[in-house]
């Protein structure tokens, strides 16, 4: 099994930064090799895609609305991702969550159809 661990969320005001991480642990994961990424899921909304970012960390994706503003990366070492939020927007509130999808060295994905492991969640709150 693979445990994943958010941390790192809070309230801040709008304009304001945070850095998210995101602890995988398991034997699976440390045998194996995972694409990660973050989605959100705002009060009312469905859960959207924010970022992914690939096993090797050379290819990442990120949605439209924090394209320039976040940026995703991990340490395959420590098997830890971050999400650093710049420029926040009372837009960017939600509940983020880590993911993790068994692929190969440089897949990267944008959607949550092949999750095999979710966070719990780590709230955003972002005040205007």
């Known amino acids: 099994q693979v445990q994943l661990v958010e941390s790192g969320g809070g309230l801040v005001q709008a304009g304001g930064s945070l850095r998210l991480s995101c602890a995988a642990s398991?034997?699976?994961?440390?045998?194996?090799?995972?694409?990660m990424g973050w989605f959100r899921q705002a009060p009312g909304k469905e859960r959207e895609f924010v970022a992914a970012?690939?096993?090797?960390?050379?290819?990442?994706k990120y949605a439209d609305s924090v394209k320039g503003r976040f940026t995703i990366s991990r340490n395959v070492a420590s098997n830890t991702m971050y999400l650093q939020m710049n420029s926040l927007e009372p837009e960017d509130t939600a509940v983020y969550y880590c993911?993790?999808?068994?692929?190969?060295?440089?897949?990267?994905?944008?959607?949550?159809?092949?999750?095999?492991?979710w966070g719990k969640g780590t709230l955003v709150t972002v005040s205007s």
């Open positions: 993911s993790a999808q068994q692929a190969g060295i440089t897949y990267v994905f944008r959607s949550d159809d092949a999750i095999n492991y």
């Open positions: 398991g034997r699976t994961f440390s045998t194996s090799r995972y694409a």
């Open positions: 970012i690939s096993w090797s960390g050379d290819n990442t």
